[in-house]
């Protein structure tokens, strides 16, 4: 099956700095690369998502690149703020819908 | 967006109890919904996925005898631990997709504790 590795699995950034997490994945078929952000207790909520066909996608702070060769994708959060504090994880799924999850990062925003 | 429910949010039983967690569509027609164990710092972990009308598939390494799952309509899904263990506790979620769109909803979350 699918195996999404997340990089780092802790991030510390002071407000205002840039955050960037790394993902990696095996399947070559999955063409889905959704992003979480998970505060504690809650249900994870979609911050950005990004398909096989596109290299790049932004929404204000937050823009996502994928590397279809290499099967790496990565999350950039720019000029961030405390409430950008969470867990983020990233997955990736196939046509068959199902998610699978990278381990997260934690990210701290130091005010 | 579309909003998914889960019901109860919380729930305590005793060791060798069964527990049924519901997760309802809203506002859409889901015709897959997905169910997640979360264990306390740990990623979400796929245990099964169902559709409509139809048995749901387990993951590799989920009991289907232990975790009953039932997707009778295209706007509920419900989950039964079976003989709950104290292993058994941690945070479950579902999740709900609809047509031909990839995005999952993701319901608040069940967190089951068992004594």
């Known amino acids: 099956g699918e195996n999404v590795e997340q990089h780092p699995s802790t991030l510390s950034v002071q407000e205002g700095d840039s955050a960037v997490i790394k993902c990696t994945y095996s399947?070559?078929?999955?063409?889905?690369f959704p992003w979480y952000k998970q505060e504690l207790g809650k249900r994870p909520q979609l911050i950005i998502d990004?398909?096989?066909?596109?290299g790049e996608k932004k929404d204000q702070r937050i823009a996502v690149t994928l590397n279809k060769t290499a099967k790496h994708f990565s999350l950039h959060i720019t000029e961030t703020q405390p409430e950008d504090s969470a867990v983020y994880f990233c997955?990736?799924?196939?046509?068959?819908?199902?998610?699978?999850f990278g381990a997260g990062t934690t990210v701290t925003v130091r005010a | 967006g579309a909003v998914v429910s889960q019901h109860p949010s919380w729930v305590i039983c005793k060791s060798g109890t069964s527990v049924k967690i519901e997760c309802r569509s809203l506002?859409?027609?889901?015709?897959?919904m997905f169910w997640y164990r979360q264990f306390p710092k740990q990623s979400l972990m796929l245990m099964a996925t169902?559709?409509?009308?139809?048995?749901?598939?387990?993951e590799q390494g989920v009991e289907k005898d232990k975790f009953l799952i039932n997707h009778a309509s295209l706007t509920l899904s419900t989950l039964t631990v079976t003989s709950a263990h104290p292993e058994d506790s941690s945070f479950y979620i579902c999740?709900?997709?609809?047509?031909?769109?990839?995005?999952?909803?993701f319901g608040p979350g069940t967190r089951l504790t068992v004594t």
């Open positions: 506002d859409f027609q889901a015709t897959t």
């Open positions: 169902s559709n409509e009308g139809s048995k749901a598939t387990y």
């Open positions: 997955a990736a799924s196939r046509g068959d819908y199902k998610l699978s």
């Open positions: 990004i398909r096989s066909n596109v």
């Open positions: 999740s709900a997709r609809g047509g031909s769109l990839s995005e999952q909803y």
């Open positions: 399947d070559s078929a999955s063409n889905y």
